[in-house]
């Protein structure tokens, strides 16, 4: 309290036994007009040799006011924060910098203390800024006048020069009645648009000095003269300074009001984090969380290649399962994998809860954190404002978790709400943008990327790379989905279909998750959808439990095994069992005792020659070797048991449940071949061999069947050639056709190489042909892809399409496309086939961003080649491009070349324009009649062929047919 009296006083609370000045003239200037919004520094000198430095932050209209006062290498900051009926004060001394800037100025200084206060509990301080009162529970500031004290009649008394600037005088009588304070105040503003540095038209007389004379009541209630002087320097108006009105970075104060609580927590999330600890050593770590299968994975990242950082200078991937308690670490360069049991002091481990356990019966055992203690949230946090924390807007949050010993403060920046980032296929909010650490001297700050709280694959948390591949029990279950109902081309929601085959795996085996691979879903023609995985070894039984030296439990034993050569052993006989819980062995008797207890009663053992080892979790898992875990599959397919939801991503279809019909060991040679059409296209080029280079993006953990299918529908390049290794998934796409140089690749004996077919963006026209006198004959052609290649290559004609003749060996390239004319021409050919590129060919890729969701015609449910398809046959207008939203399946056509230029007031989508590069149609009115005759050959070719592709959309040929008045 003592703080604000000075305070207070120091500010202007001045006595006179009396003040008056006469009225001004009538035809002296108007009185200034003062900001709302206003910062200034003030440098105030006393002629009893007393100064302070001063600076004042101030904003009427949201509500905050803010003083920072150094005197004698002290700095006191007063925040008052009227919205919440707060004002927060922190003292510190001038060496302890925080780093805190406004416009880049330093700010204040590191605390020492913080304390918060009811602004209405101390009424002497709201006379600072003058105050209304709201109700019995808050006030608010008064004017500008009142804080500045320059309210109340002012009487002009001419001009003068206030530090070789010509100044108007203005001087009042002042009081506080609520101090008994009468007093006298000498204003000098800068006359009429005398332009400074920030300098406001609307406020162009700014204060320059502020004189009060008289006496006062000094900080021991003795009345004294004095003669202070206020000099107003960098006067700057109509400015926002919210950092100005927050306590300073990583500063908590006592008894501050909790005003908005810390986003929620979800139970799955994975993210990056950027740590920089004492400003030197600083790295990246990649965490995936899940509580419900009690995982987390961290890659550890060593940029800088610091020796010191970890043991390594290897990417190490470290994947914990607190099913068993055990840790797996991969090096990702040279390959090797450590198994052990988790340590208790592991980032991720509840270590309160182990010592508990073990304080209270010697107990020994880990459990995974919680969401909020992972991310260390589980404290009180108090909302101290908003600021610009990597250049993200964000709410920050003060925890003090100090005791008398140890100092403990945290601070976090969560995303402002109105926020949203963007990930694979949702929108994050409030996500964690940064975390400072203060314990004790040692300082740390991360910065958060890519926080995504969506339901994770699980390929993430795969440990198959710590086992050889003849170790693995490779399986596949087949579940029919034809007799359900459903085509070969469904799209089931794939994510939860494997979620929860990983947790009918749990369930009916009782192992944990880690004791499979990542399972592969592939559709066969067969009408069958095949899940492939592996069961993987069992980790090393000793690394499920840890050693306590020196203890015995003295408790009856489940059972006694003598002449055993080692703990390890001993391990063994324990995981077997699941009401084993730990174990005793002796270094020198090799006797081992099994216990169905974790407690070793806190007694030390007075055989020091005996290890006591604790099972690292609470409930006992079986640890099977493979064979016993493929028998219990065997007969829980057998018995009916293997039963999944099945859900369409058409969520107009209900979820149908799938029974397995069959579950077999397959070799591993046969993850190599896929078995749906997307490969129809595709030739293997190369066996045993990877790309070197020339590879334009990857993908991990895929069928090869999806890496196909990735490869027909990326949307950024012309994807040509990719190549597969069949044991990870490993899949490269490549734009390039695939070499003939052996230089080009490397060997690799689980890749193999594969070539997108000429054909792939053709469509037959089987026992029909259309051969003009115009064509270009080529000879000695031996199969319709070759002559494909012809015809993409061909520099002297735009060729669109071909006539093969194979008896004939010859190849026919044409300018003609089946749509660009009549079917005319056109005879029964049991000799040649017909093939016309796909519409898509007209068009090139240009760019993506989001766009607009307007066009001059739009579309919904379609595909790219759809899309091209309708640009290429609008009637309604030339289009000259498109943009297709693989998201919200959208066609816009365009008039134009470029897509429509975003508007805010519309809805938005993320889309890929694709530039018209052949226009067959020269006057869309005069053609208007042929290209609609065409659209119905097109529809004949489609339904006759049963081709899918081209016309599968059925909303979009419904709203196509319509638009030309065909319905």
Known sequence: MQAFLLLLLSFGTVWTDSCQFPPSSPLSPPKPELPSVFQTRVEINSDRKHSISRRIFYNFNKRKASIIDQENNLETHYIFDYPTNEIHVTFAFANQTTGTTVEGDALSY???????????????????????????????????????????????????????????????????????????VTFYFTRFNYSMPNFNIQYSRIPLRAVLTGTRIDDKMNIVNFNDVYDFYDFRVNHSWDVAFMTPPGVACLKRKKTLSTPNI??????????????????????????????????????????????????????????????????????????????????????NFTDAMFNVDGSYVLRLKSPESFLLLDSDYVFTGKRKVNNVPSDIFVSDRSS???????????????????ETNHFEKNVPVSLWIKDNKDISYSSFFDFDSSLQPFD????????????????????????????????????????????????????????????????????????????????????????????????????????????????????????????????????CFLNKKHSVNGSVSSKPDYIHFSRNTLEGFY????????????????????????????????????????????????????????????????????????????????????????????????????????????????????????????DSSECDVYEKDSLYHYNEYPTKSYISKKDIKIENIKSASECASKCDNQRDIHCRSFNFCPELNSCFLSEKHVLSDSEDGFIDDLVCSHYWRDYLSDFGFTSSANISLEADLVFDGADVKQCSFLCVTSDSFNCKSFDFCPQSKKCLLNKGVKPVAPNPNKNQDF?????????????????????????????GLAIGLGFVGILAGAGVMIAFMKKKNML
């Open 404 to 422: 008398l010993n140890k100092t403990l403060i945290t601070e976090y920046a969560f995303s402002d709400s109105r926020i949203s980032f963007q």
């Open 623 to 746: 640890s099977r070797n493979e064979a016993e875990v493929w028998r219990i599959l065997q007969e829980k397919v057998q018995l009916g048991e293997f039963s999944l939801p099945l859900r369409v991503e058409n969520q107009s279809l209900p979820t149908i449940i799938v029974q397995a019909e069959s579950i077999e060991l397959v070799s591993q040679d046969q993850n190599r071949y896929g078995t749906t059409q997307n490969l129809a296209k595709y030739n293997r080029k190369y066996t045993g061999k990877a790309f070197k280079n020339n590879v334009d993006r990857t993908f991990e953990q895929l069928s090869i069947d999806d890496c196909a299918k990735a490869c027909n529908e990326e949307l950024g390049f012309e994807c040509s050639s990719f190549d597969f290794c069949y044991l990870h998934g490993d899949c490269r796409l490549s734009k390039s056709k695939v070499s003939t140089q052996s230089s080009d690749f490397i």
């Open 460 to 591: 993430q948390f795969d440990v198959s790379k710590c086992f050889d591949a003849e170790q693995k029990f490779d399986f596949r279950i087949k579940f029919p989905y034809r007799n359900q109902g459903l085509a070969l081309d469904f799209v089931i929601d794939e994510t939860l279909f494997r979620f929860d085959f990983v947790l009918l795996l749990n369930h009916l085996t009782n192992e944990s998750f880690t004791r499979f691979s990542p399972s592969k879903v592939s559709a066969s023609i067969d009408g069958y959808l095949y899940v492939r995985s592996s069961i993987l070894p069992q980790p090393p039984p000793i690394s499920m439990f840890t050693a306590l030296p020196k203890y015995w439990l003295i408790s009856p034993s489940i059972v006694v095994f003598r002449n055993l050569t080692s703990p390890e052993q001993c391990a063994a006989y324990c995981v077997q069992d699941v009401k084993c819980l730990s174990f005793d062995y002796g270094l020198n008797t090799s006797i």
């Open 911 to 939: 889309c890929f324009n694709y530039r018209r590069e052949y226009f067959y149609v020269s006057s869309s009115k005069t053609n208007s009649e042929k290209v609609e005759n065409n659209i119905g050959l097109a529809i």
């Open 110 to 184: 590191s605390p020492i203390t913080c304390d918060s206060f009811t602004l209405t509990d101390v009424p002497l301080i709201n006379y600072l800024f003058g105050f209304k009162k709201i109700n019995e529970s808050f006030i608010q500031p008064d004017s500008v006048y009142h804080a500045l004290n320059f309210k109340g009649d002012q009487y002009y008394n001419g001009t003068t020069l206030v530090r070789g600037i010509i100044a108007d005088v203005y001087q009042s009588c002042q009081s506080i009645p609520a101090l008994k304070s009468n007093f006298s």
């Open 266 to 351: 979800t139970k799955q999330f994975k993210f990056s984090e950027e740590i920089t600890s004492n400003g030197h050593t600083s790295y990246i770590k990649d965490f995936s969380y899940n509580e419900l299968f009690k995982v987390v994975r961290y890659e550890r990242r060593n940029p800088k290649k610091e020796a010191d950082s970890f043991y390594s200078l290897d990417p190490l991937v470290s994947v914990h399962d607190y099913n068993i308690g055990v840790s797996f670490t991969l090096n990702k360069n040279l390959g090797n994998c450590s198994i052990t049991a988790i340590p208790v002091l592991s980032f991720d481990s509840d270590k």
